[in-house]
Structure formats: C-alpha cells, structure tokens
C-alpha cells in the first residue's frame, strides 16, 4: 500500500511526479506529497487525493516548483491518521533529508524512543519519520556519508519498506530501498534521467527498460549513474534490465467512466490474451511454459493447497471445484493470512498454489515463504509481471489480464480462473483422469468463453435499471451453490466494497440453518441459478425466499423460462459446461456492484479505506 515516485533528469520533477502519483492512485488515497530539489530541498503535502495535492501546487505557483529531482508519495495510513502532517515526505530533523516510504517499520517505538532521549522531535506520528531521523541520526554521530547512513540504518531497522530518500547537501543524488514492498527503477533514455516507482504505470510513458529492485537492495542515482548493492553484504549486484510489456492505452480509461467498469469490458480480450499461445481448441492443444517442469509435481501431488486474499481466494475456491473433478486430487483453499499463522501441517508431495493480482499481498507472499521452508513446491498465479510472489514461487503462471487499476478486482479473477482451468486441465489429461473426449470439449469451451462473456456484457442496460430499484438497499445476501457458490461470495463482496452495502455470500443450500432469518420484502436476494447439477435445488432455494417475500435478482441460463416466472428480475447469460459457468456468471454481479455504486455516488475505483496491493499484513 501507499505508492511512491521519484524522478530526476532534465524533465519537471513535479509534473512527472504528479502524473505518476494519480497511476499509483489505487495503492492508497488519503494525502498525497511530494519533495523537490528546487534550489532548497521543499516539501508540500496535503491530505486527500492527489488532485488536491495538485490544487495545492497551484497556489504555491508553478515558478517556485522547478526542479530537476524530487520524489512523491501518495498514502494508505497505517500509523497515525490521515492528516497534512502524517502525510509523505517527511524531513530528518535537521531538514536536510526528505523520505517517502511503503511499507511499515516495526521497531519503529523502540527506535522513536531512543531517538527522543538524544533530543529528536517529531512532528507526526509515522514510523516513517522515525526511520529518517534515525539515517540522520546515524550521519551525523557515525560520520558516515548518506549512502552509508541509508545502508546501515537498513540493517538495524525490523520491517518491510520501499524508501526514496534525497538530501539537501547532496542535490544531485537519489537513493532508493526496498524489503518486501515492491520498486522498480526506469532507465530514462536520456544519460542521467531515471525513475523510481511502486510499480512500472508511472514509468511507462518515458521508457520500457526497468530494473526491479530485489529486497534487500539500495540503489543510488548520482552522477548520471546508478549502482545497486546488497544492504548487508555491500556487494554490488548486476542489474538485469527487462523490457516492459505495458501499453500506454492500458493504464488510461479509454473513454470509459471508470477503470473498473473498463475493466469489466475488457474480459473478452483479457481472458483471450490469457489463452492466447497457450491453449488451441483447434488443435486440442494446450501449454503453459511457465509450470511446464512443475506438471508431474501436481500430477503426483498427493494434496494441492490454494492461498489467496479477497477475489484471489474466491477464484481458489472455484478452482478447487475443477481441480477436485478434473484430476481427483484433494483440494484446500486456504486464507493466506490464516494458513501463515496456524502452523499449517504441509508433507512432501503438497503442491502449494498462490494466486495473486498483484502480486504484492503481505500475507499471501509471507504463506508463500512458510511453505517454501517446509518443502512444498509453490506455483503462482499472478497478474503483474515480475511481482514478488511471481518471483518468490518456484515456478507460475502470469494471467496477462492487463493493469488492473480500479480497487475492485474483476478481470483478474475471470483471468485467474482462467489460468487455474488450464492447470487443472493440463494435470487431469496428464494423470489419466480427464478423458479425452471431455477434455476436447472442455477445449473447445474454454475458446468460446470470451464470446459468451461479450454476451453477458449485453445485459449492462437491463442491470443498470435493476441497480435503480435496489440502490437504497442496505443489506443484501448473494447465493449460489457448486462452481458457483464462491461467485455468490465474489458478488456479495463486489457490492460491500464499492457500495458500503452490507451483502453476505452463501451457500444457496446454508440459507435455512440462518440467513433466511433475515429475508423480508425489503431483501434483495440474488441468486446464481444457472442449469447445472444443483439447478433443482436452487430453484427449491428460490421458492423459498418468494415465500418469505425476498425479491430475487436471478442469474440464469439463456432460455431459463422457470425461474423467469418465480424471480423478480433474471439475468439471462450463455450456457457452458458448469466447470467454466463463473467465468461467465460473475459477470452480472460486478455489473450490478458498479451500477449500485455509481447510483449511491461512491468513488468506484477508490473506494473508502481500501487500496489495491495490500502490502501490509
Ligand atoms: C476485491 C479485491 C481484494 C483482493 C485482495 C488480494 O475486489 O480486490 O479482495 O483480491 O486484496 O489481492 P491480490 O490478488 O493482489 O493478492
């Protein structure tokens, strides 16, 4: 969380800064800051967006912000409220040093202590601010250079950090750091011109070649140079430049409202840019390079354990519906943050799959290690490319889904599907238990997915004027059973985070042991109803909310003329084998979260408390 820029070249340090803070906008979004080489070294920061940061700048004027170096921060509190003074960059006392942090410094109270008996203030209550007068602390009664006082303060600090930090006296240098919150430095295409990001969508515009940092490494830019050593051992460490792959286009909105709902539009593609190379229902072929040596693990595998956050888990839970039929391997899908913590029994031939958007989740990376130590081979499922959890696991997967930029994750998860399916394919043929026949037609299913997707994006103007009727609704219950049981759960939990609307998931089948308490006239219910094994039983699920008065949204097969005459409303999609059914099913419920959410007036792509990379634990 939080999102940190930094830049310096011939360039405008503050306007690329700016820029870059509103691309690195979804990491947090309650005050925003930047500091600038403008002859001193300034600070401006403000609570709120970046665009208030921005109006801000308006008023000191724009004479007074040029400057060729500066770094920026855009905030997601974690100590001390969001406010003008806890916001990033923070001074040293001295106010010779500036530092913009993510991440969280634990010892940060023993250090705030011991730095207040040699006679540091402070202003906020950051651990930040700690850690810069503590580098400022170690300068001047070490007497070391700045370089040295940044590595050796690293050594002696207990946490996680991604750091810029620039200093008065030295107004031509930039040093950077990171310990499990990401960074990656671009290489502008000019000699001395050179970027620092959370992740590549500031960098983009100016250039493709990037390093991305390691933990454990500093990097410091000066004399048109830039070096990258270990913190501890201080050897210098070979950069390995990589070539992004990110379109401009894909960062930007491209005419539409908000990112998520673009992002909604996008399936289509996503999910076939997902297949692309991979998988050809033409030829019955399927590869994923990725995880190629890592197949005979999953094939022998005597258990496969699913972690994930939030949409990530959801998408574990479908998948271990397709893993359990396609390859009969038992499944568990655990939540990353409660798999790390309760000392998991993992035995030799467990294959551990971590499923990831980001890439940067704190408790998925921290299950991803435990497992790691107790012999398990890890394979991850991850969006951004070169992420930690693609770099921590042994072997992946990329879903290729494109930046995801509002909050809300959505085509992500239909990506993550996605991959999950190939895998389970790929296993199920190799181990015998998928037979040929089926696994052709799972195939050719798989390749029709986009067009049924597109199909279910029609129904936009039909959930809009549903979203309408139920926008006031302050609670609602999503249900669902089988594959699509944990679509139920992705809904319900689409519609609280963007709307603030109270909504739970469940089983269709569980409503009788409690929820079906709540069911009145005022509730709306909705239900994921498609024609598959367990469609008896949830029409059963459905009477029995129409007789306690509920209003029933319906998630349908096209042609679906019995629920049609029991549901208030029904969304009809395309039908396909049940396996892939959410891949399609989901697709109404993020339609109806973003509509609910517009209607109520709510900041769909930054919703209130939230931000995207959680990267902290
Ligand atoms: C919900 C959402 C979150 C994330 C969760 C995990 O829309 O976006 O629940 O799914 O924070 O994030 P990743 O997938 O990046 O590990």
Redesign the pocket.
Known sequence: MCGIVAYIGSRHAHSVILKGLKRLEYRGYDSAGLALMNGNLSVYKKQGKVSDLENYLHEVGQDTLHASLGIGHTRWATHGEPNDVNAHPHYSGNKELAIIHNGIIENYDSLRTELINKGHQFESETDTEVLIHFIEDIKKHENLSLEESVRVALTRVIGAYAICIVSASEPNTLIAARKGSPLVLGLGKEKGEFFLASDATPIVEYTSDVVYLNDNEVCVIKNEKFTIKDIHTELETAPYIQTLDIELEAIEKGGFEHFMLKEIYEQPKSISDCMRGRLNAETSTMMLGGIREYIDNMVDANRIIII?????WHAGLVAEYIFEDLCRIPVEVEYASEFRYRNPVINPGDVVIAI???GE?AD?LAAIELAKAQGAIVLGVCNVVGSSIARASHAGSYTHAGPEIG???TK?FTAQLTVLTMFALLVGRKKGTLDEAFYQTLLQEMDEIPEKVEKALELNAHIKYISDIYKDATNAIYLGRGHNFPVALEGA??LK?ISYIHAEGYPAAEMKHGPIALIDKEMPVVVVATQDSSYEKVVSNIQEVKARKGQVIAVVTEGDSLIANMADHVLEIPATNQLLTPLVSVIPLQLLSYHIAVLRNCNVDQPRNLAK??TVE
């Open positions: 994930g956050c939030g949409t990530s990831s958007q980001s989740t998925t909050v809300a994750s992500a939990l689409k985070e990379s959680v």
